[in-house]
């Protein structure tokens, strides 16, 4: 099956040195267009119909680095068909941040659990496949280093990219929020394709100015949807930005509290 699949992932995660291994030698490097940011693509080995895109890395979906703007406009314009996630797995909690904003986009997500050596030399554990429960998507370990787990990953992504889509999502937001983001999404419901309707929803929820520039909703919708996103601040007592940002730090603390098992805190402030 024709299909591409974009690796996604924190800067230092090792995605470079994953997308070497998923490619060898039959790599394509230019830049994005219009930007000085590197754009490398290439054949998966052994999969000649099967593209490799990797994405600058990235902390966050969000509008405010070149880095960030060329990652989400590929991820929403572009479809891939799948998104290999690339997690750092001696920092798993604050690798995650970015994995619940691509999950929200819709495209099915295999989250490479990378450095899985370290992990297991520092005693760690990471219960993948409750990991994966919660996150509702494949998990797979890898240490792309030794070139451990790579094309297991490519594997999986290439059948989530076949495989029909569940359009569930993890629960990352409390009642009220989800309350706002059912409004709107409902009210732009139509107006963006049905996988990503979260992905906006969240976004105009937030305000991203890119996003209702390139929506172009009319002033009464937009007035409408203030008034879901206002008693939610009300209530919440605080901006629409950071109440998506705190909830969502503080559903990945939950879920790193029930699937990381650190040996022992290795390093301490005391003398
Ligand atoms: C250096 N396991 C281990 N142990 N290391 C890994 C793994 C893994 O699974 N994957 C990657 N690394 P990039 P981004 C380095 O360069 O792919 C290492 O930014 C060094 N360099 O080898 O570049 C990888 O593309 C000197 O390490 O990440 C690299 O995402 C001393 O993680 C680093 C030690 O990988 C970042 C490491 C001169």
Not at 86 to 100: A, F, K
Not at 131 to 151: D, H, I, P, Y
Request: charged share 25%.
């Amino acid at each position: 099956m024709k299909c591409t699949i974009a690796l996604a992932g924190n800067p230092n995660c090792g995605k470079t040195t994953m997308f070497n291994d998923l490619t060898g030698s039959n790599q394509y490097v230019g830049n994005w267009p219009g930007v000085t940011v590197e754009k490398k693509e290439g054949a998966l080995k052994g999969h000649k119909d099967v593209t490799i895109q990797d994405l600058p890395g990235i902390y966050s979906l969000s509008p405010y680095t070149l880095e960030e703007v060329v990652a989400r406009g590929y991820l929403v314009r572009e479809k891939p068909d799948a998104i290999i996630n690339i997690v750092d797995g001696t920092n798993v909690e604050r690798n995650l941040y970015l994995t619940t904003q691509l999950i929200e986009l819709g495209i099915p997500v295999v989250i490479a659990m990378n450095m899985i050596d370290i992990v297991r030399k520092n005693g760690d554990r990471i219960d993948l496949a409750r990991l994966g429960e919660e996150l509702g998507c494949a998990v797979v370990e890898t240490s792309a280093l030794r070139g451990e787990g790579s094309m297991t990953a490519a594997e999986k992504a290439i059948k989530a990219a076949a495989a029909p889509r569940a359009g569930e999502h993890p629960h990352v937001f409390t009642g009220s929020v989800e309350h706002a983001l059912a409004h709107i999404e409902e009210s732009i419901s139509g107006r963006v394709e049905a996988e990503k309707l979260r992905w906006y929803a969240i976004k105009l929820f937030e305000r991203d100015e890119k996003v209702l520039a390139e929506l172009a909703l009319d002033q009464a919708l937009i007035d409408h949807l203030e008034t879901h996103i206002q008693d939610c601040e009300t209530e919440l007592d605080d901006d629409a930005e950071s109440i998506i940002t705190n909830q969502r730090y503080a559903y990945i603390s939950k879920i790193v509290d029930r699937c990381v098992k650190k040996k022992a805190p290795r390093h301490s402030l005391s003398p």
